[in-house]
């Protein structure tokens, strides 16, 4: 199994101690922030003038690669707040309109409503493969006004998200020479494995700057690999550079329950994604999604890579389909 589901009792009380909770709740985003400028390196499989999907490259320590998604719209054609009705509001709700093989979706436990709550997603799997549960602990957050603005991110490979916070407040006392990361950021690329766990046991390496791409830029093409790389990142500090007012991220990670043991005529399977909506002043709207996911089962890896790789831009489709059905029949109890 590659993906280990945490277990329910690593997440603190908010009753009981509110402080210890934050930081779980905050670790959990501050890897979204991390995988969002960390994955932009990832050579691009697919584009259009709507979506850009990138994968990672065959990793030897890890089983299944890692996909990331980029929307790109405009507020007119679909807004950020239609895409928060749907995907932060009221997720549970529409989950099981647009997404067809999804036979239901249970709330296991809610710890804060709309911040931290276990579901079990119940899938239909076609063919000859057995269908397929999640137990999964959502995560999520709106971030409005100053928290909206992009910052700076720093990716160290497995102890980022423990030592986000030790690090920000090194640099607000120490000048930090960020030539030096620049300069290892490549070469130790090729020995570090993906991003792992936000829980860290020990504080690593920085191995990257986290830089920035120009919003809405379209990728450059490398016509000596014959490949389509990401465009080189920019800072954010940039005059014309469009802001984002206001954003919100979902994370999705497998937890293990004591309410939501597997099901008869089901698989345990195990996902990880980060999700992030940004709405900018120039009035676009971009949806960033980073996936991870472990089918189980018999089903060979590749297989499974292949089926997971081909329905990841489907879903994206899938889900803006039915932003505009609600528009269209705001009224209709189909959707």
């Known amino acids: ?27 959990y985003l501050n890897k979204c922030d991390d995988l969002l400028s960390y994955t932009k390196r990832y050579p691009i499989v697919k584009q259009t003038p709507l979506m850009t999907v990138q994968r990672q490259n065959r990793n030897p320590h890890e089983t299944h690669r890692w996909l990331r998604r980029d929307i790109f719209l405009h507020h007119l054609e679909t807004s950020y707040d239609e895409l928060k009705q749907v995907m932060f509001s009221c997720r549970a709700e529409h989950l099981p309109r647009w997404m067809p093989q999804l036979l239901a979706v249970d709330n296991v436990e809610t710890v804060v409503p709309n911040l931290c709550q276990v579901f079990r997603y119940s899938y239909k799997s076609q063919g000859l493969k057995a ?18 603005k992009l910052k700076p991110r720093i990716f ?69 690999a014959g490949l389509t790389q990401a465009p080189p990142d920019i800072s954010d500090d940039l005059p014309d550079a469009p802001r984002p007012i206001r954003r ?4 999705t990670v497998p937890i293990e329950h004591r309410n939501c043991t597997e099901q008869r005529g089901f698989v ?21 999604c980073i996936h991870h996911s472990d089918f189980s089962g018999w089903v060979p890896s590749f297989v499974a890579d292949h089926s997971i790789a081909t329905a990841f831009p489907k879903e994206a489709e899938a889900l803006l389909d039915y932003v505009q059905r609600i528009r269209t029949h705001p009224l209709n109890n189909e959707y």
């Open 268 to 288: 345990r399977a195990f996902y990880e994604t980060y999700e992030e909506v940004r709405e900018y002043s120039d009035g676009h709207v971009e949806w960033s």
């Open 131 to 148: 269908n397929r549960d999640y137990c999964q602990l959502v995560v999520m957050r709106e971030f409005l006004g100053e928290t909206a």
């Open 156 to 224: 160290t490979p497995s102890a980022s998200m423990a030592n986000l916070a030790l690090l920000s407040r090194t640099q607000s006392s120490t000048s930090i020479n960020a030539h030096q990361f620049a300069d290892n950021a490549f070469s130790s690329s090729s020995r570090s494995g993906s991003p792992t766990s936000p829980v860290a046991k020990s504080l690593k390496p920085v191995r990257s700057m986290a830089d920035f791409q120009a919003p809405h830029k379209a990728p450059a093409h490398n016509q000596f």
């Open 1 to 27: 199994m590659v993906l280990t589901p945490i277990r329910r009792a690593v997440i603190p009380s908010p009753l009981e101690d509110q402080r210890k909770f934050d930081d779980f709740i905050t670790q």
């Open 248 to 251: 919100f991220q979902v994370v």
